[in-house]
């Protein structure tokens, strides 16, 4: 699956809506062994979230984004498929998320890429499923502290900590992704056994969880902290 939404491969709603039925899709097919995701797009893998997507927005159109980013990382997260994510371009906050849902993390080893979840930079906490993914993925302590800084990491420092399982030529990261893939066949239960927890914590939260981003999102202190983050995105690109 390769997303192709420019200029930055942005997590909107009609994004996520194309990319969970294109999962859902691929789950029910029999004949397809697994699922590699990667961008289209040079330089980016994912943006993360559409910022636009929580700028401005009705209450309704909040929690009916967050519904679809919520069933995103339920379909990717609890996929029977084996997935790995062939991170080639940059990947902060949602775009590390969708990355964390693989079974496996291959990036380019290129300095000027980075991934990690950044939300504090934006003046937003990150809710406690992305907090779940992150945790089951670099441990406790890691996440701790890649939170409250809301720290970005290289290609370098993503394998130290063990965000991203391995380093690759940028031009080979198609080739090792497929290489990889090949080597594994369907999931065991194993990989239901460790990440069922997480997602019932999810499910049985959904609503809750929904109603906590659109109070904590349309708060007028969030607002004023998304639009001065846009408009340092903007004056950084003059
Ligand atoms: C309880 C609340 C929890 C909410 C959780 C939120 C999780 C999230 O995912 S929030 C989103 C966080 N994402 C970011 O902070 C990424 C910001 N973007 C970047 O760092 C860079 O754009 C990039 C490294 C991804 C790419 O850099 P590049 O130089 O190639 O492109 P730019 O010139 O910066 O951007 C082009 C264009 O795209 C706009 N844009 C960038 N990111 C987003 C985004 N996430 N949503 C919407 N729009 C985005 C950027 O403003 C530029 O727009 P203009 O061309 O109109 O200036």
Known sequence: MSLQNPPVNSLSLEFLTDICISVEKLEMDKTCRGLIITSSLPKVFSAGLDIMEMYGKSPERCGEFWRAVQEMWLKLYGSNMVTIAAINGSSPAGGCLMSMTCDYRIMADNPRYSIGLNETQ????????????M?????????????????????????????????VPEDQVSHYSHTNHDQVTTPDRSKSMMRKPTIDKLTSKREADIQNFVSFITKDSIQKSIGMYLEMLKKRKR
Do not use: C
């Open 122 to 133: 934006l003046g937003i906490v990150a809710p406690f499923w992305f907090k779940d993914t």
């Open 135 to 167: 945790t089951n993925t670099v441990g406790h302590r890691t996440t701790e502290l890649s939170l409250q800084l809301g720290q970005m990491y290289n290609p370098a420092e993503a394998l130290k900590i063990g965000l991203v399982d391995q380093l």
